[in-house]
């Protein structure tokens, strides 16, 4: 008997009790290293995604690739898996519902979805496609509607309160399990977004957001690396490409690396 459904449910009651860490992933690799130190699920960042990949993100990336890579990371770890399909690959809702149905089908347990700078009824129509679509294959998939009012402005500042409120209610309305609010940051602003929508509230770990323990203390019952745990190791690695290709020497740049047997046991069995 499949452990998804169990996984389905387990995935929406951890965000009702404390704050749930989500350490993006966006491969298999990074995947089973994020659970391997204690992650109680696993988010993809649909950047590293792309760009793991070889595409720019923002609905570049072919669902064929998202797919695959969904696929490899259940198959290598055992916590809940969430992925993030940006704004579902397709402006048609039925052939975004579709393309979530896929990646249920192989494992995932939740997803983001995003508006952008479309309208909030374009993502709602999505919301109650993927929720019929999910129900069907008989999950209860966690939708985490990302809604981007701040992260594009897409209000002055002083409605962009109203505005996240505004929009948490259309898409809790169409069936979504929690909103996530990229670029909030303010103590303040976070409070009274917690405080008038009524659904768990997702931020993103940005430079001036308050540390988790204050975020907790706010009722804030998410966040999310983002594509930030990407960015620092690809500017990593290229350091040490550039060091290695100057040089034509790693071993002094690594000394922080895990090593190949430790590595190695990591996929061990999988």
């Known amino acids: 008997m499949s452990l998804q459904p169990a996984a389905a449910e387990t995935f929406h009651r951890l965000h009702h009790s404390g704050l749930l860490r989500l350490a993006n992933a966006w491969d298999a ?3 089973r290293l994020i659970e391997s130190l204690g992650a109680k699920a696993i988010a993809t960042t649909s950047a590293g995604v792309a760009w793991a990949n070889g595409y720019p993100d923002g609905d570049q990336l072919p669902v064929a690739r998202l797919r695959a890579t969904v696929d490899a990371i ?6 809940p898996l969430s992925v993030d ?8 809702p039925a052939a975004v519902a579709d393309n979530v149905a896929s ?5 995932a347990v939740g997803i983001n979805i ?3 700078a479309a309208s909030p009824l374009e993502l709602c129509a999505k919301i109650e496609h993927v929720k019929r679509a999910a129900a069907r294959v008989g999950i209860n998939v966690f939708v985490n509607a990302r809604t981007d009012v701040y992260l594009r402005g897409l209000a002055a500042p002083d409605q962009r309160v109203a505005e996240t409120v505004a ?3 259309f898409y809790r309305d169409a069936g979504a399990d929690g909103v996530f ?7 303040a602003e976070i409070a009274a977004v917690v405080e008038s929508v009524a659904l768990p509230v997702n931020v993103l770990a940005l430079s001036g957001v308050p540390d988790a323990d204050a975020l907790a203390a706010l009722g804030v019952r998410r966040l999310s690396a983002g594509s930030d745990l990407a960015e620092h190791l690809f500017g990593h690695l290229s350091r040490l490409v550039d ?8 071993a002094p740049q690594t000394e922080a690396a895990t090593g190949y047997s430790g590595l190695n046991a990591l996929f061990a069995g999988n």
């Open 103 to 107: 990646l249920l089908e192989l494992g």
């Open 114 to 116: 995003e508006d952008g």
């Open 181 to 187: 609010v990229p670029g909030l940051r303010a103590s």
């Open 85 to 92: 399909v940006e704004g579902g690959y397709s402006d048609d």
């Open 74 to 79: 259940a198959r290598v770890v055992r916590v």
């Open 243 to 250: 060091g290695f290709l100057r040089e034509g020497v790693v």
């Open 29 to 31: 690799g990074s995947a």
């Open 167 to 169: 929009r948490a209610a």
